[in-house]
């Protein structure tokens, strides 16, 4: 059973540093991308960046590019976050999910953690 368990969000000032984890287990991710994605009230929930668990090839939202990094520990079965400069816009409930075409759709991935939310005060 793949399970999804991110941490890291808090309450930053603008242009401040936060740094997501998602920590997955239940079976091997060979084969799969893992994004981020995240939802603010009364929105959409979008796609913020992706990696391929093997490759490592990555991908950013232009709403991110620039001012995140995305990374993964295999060994640790463990994804990052790194999210800098960030802005009041930023404020979201943060997703991690697997899935496995790498795609910018929420509902191509299958498995989603419960999300950490990350706060940005001006």
């Known amino acids: 059973q793949v399970q999804l368990v991110e941490s890291g969000g808090g309450l930053v000032q603008a242009g401040g540093s936060l740094r997501l984890t998602c920590a997955a287990s239940?079976?091997?991710?060979?084969?799969?991308?893992m994004g981020w994605f995240r939802q603010a009230p009364g929105k959409q929930r979008e796609f913020v960046a992706r990696?391929?668990?093997?490759?490592?090839?990555?991908d950013y939202a232009d709403s991110v590019l620039g001012r995140s990094t995305i990374s993964r520990d295999r060994a640790m079965s463990t994804v990052y976050l790194q999210m800098n400069s960030l802005k009041p816009e930023d404020t979201a409930l943060y997703y991690c999910?697997?899935?496995?075409?790498?795609?910018?759709?929420?509902?191509?991935?299958?498995?989603w953690g419960q999300g950490t939310q990350v706060t940005v005060s001006s």
């Open positions: 999910a697997v899935g496995s075409r790498g795609t910018d759709r929420p509902s191509d991935y299958d498995f």
């Open positions: 239940g079976r091997s991710f060979s084969g799969n991308v």
């Open positions: 990696i391929w668990w093997s490759s490592g090839v990555y």
